[in-house]
């Protein structure tokens, strides 16, 4: 990777995405997405990137779990892919804020069925006392929705808008490469400085 005093960070960690998909066994779109609660304690879990819109990140959830009342909480990210196969890793910190009810109407409308379904049953991240509480809650829903299936209330999309972004790739000898890129004034204009691996 060449390094460019200002670049915008949008199209090349689009070409890093592009090419994992062509070499990830499965979800290159995977990132591991850590917030922060009021008390300061950090949590992490795995979420599917949606869409890139305006050069923020988005993914979808139950607005009701852990991490949408961490998000709710402190609005405080940090999102982190790895491709193994590439050996390559992209960081990011920012905000985080709901997309608009448009957007995860869109993203909703497009889901299949059984997707749709599974948002209404599940209340992610709460105690289940039985696999078979959850089945029945499908069941439930399946009847009540034979036709179309509004989108829940309590499910959404969230945008994380970086502040920070940073480009890892392998080298030799561990010497990697390793650009962080911080956002100028102007619109999708970023510094890029080098790092110590
Ligand atoms: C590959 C993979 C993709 C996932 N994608 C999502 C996702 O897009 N949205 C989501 O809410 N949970 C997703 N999950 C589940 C989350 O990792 C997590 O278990 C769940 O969201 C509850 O997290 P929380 O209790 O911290 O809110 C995914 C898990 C894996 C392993």
């Known amino acids: ?75 405080k990210g940090a999102i982190c892919f790895y491709w193994k196969s590439l050996n390559r890793q992209v960081r990011l910190v920012g905000s ?39 089945m029945e809650e499908v069941k439930a829903f399946e009847a009540k929705y034979p036709n179309n299936i509004p989108r829940p209330n309590f499910w959404g999309g969230f945008a994380l808008t970086p502040i920070e972004f940073e480009f890892w790739e392998d080298g030799d000898f561990r010497l990697h490469n390793r650009f962080i890129l911080k956002p100028t004034e102007k619109k999708n204009q970023w510094t890029a400085k080098r790092y110590y691996p």
């Open 1 to 75: 990777m060449e390094l460019e005093a200002i670049i915008d960070p949008i199209p090349l960690f689009k070409k890093w995405l592009s090419e994992a998909e062509k070499t990830e066994p499965r979800d290159p779109n995977a990132m591991q997405l850590a917030t922060v609660a009021k008390n300061g304690m950090p949590s992490v879990r795995t979420v599917l990137l949606k869409d890139i819109i305006n050069g923020n990140f988005v993914f979808y959830t139950n607005y009701e779990s852990r991490k949408s009342n961490e998000i709710l909480d402190t609005s």
């Open 96 to 134: 985080i804020k709901k997309v608009s009810d448009e957007i995860s109407d869109n993203y909703y409308k497009s889901r299949s069925r059984g997707s749709r379904i599974g948002a209404w049953s599940s209340k992610q991240s709460r105690e289940l006392d039985s696999r078979n509480t959850l």
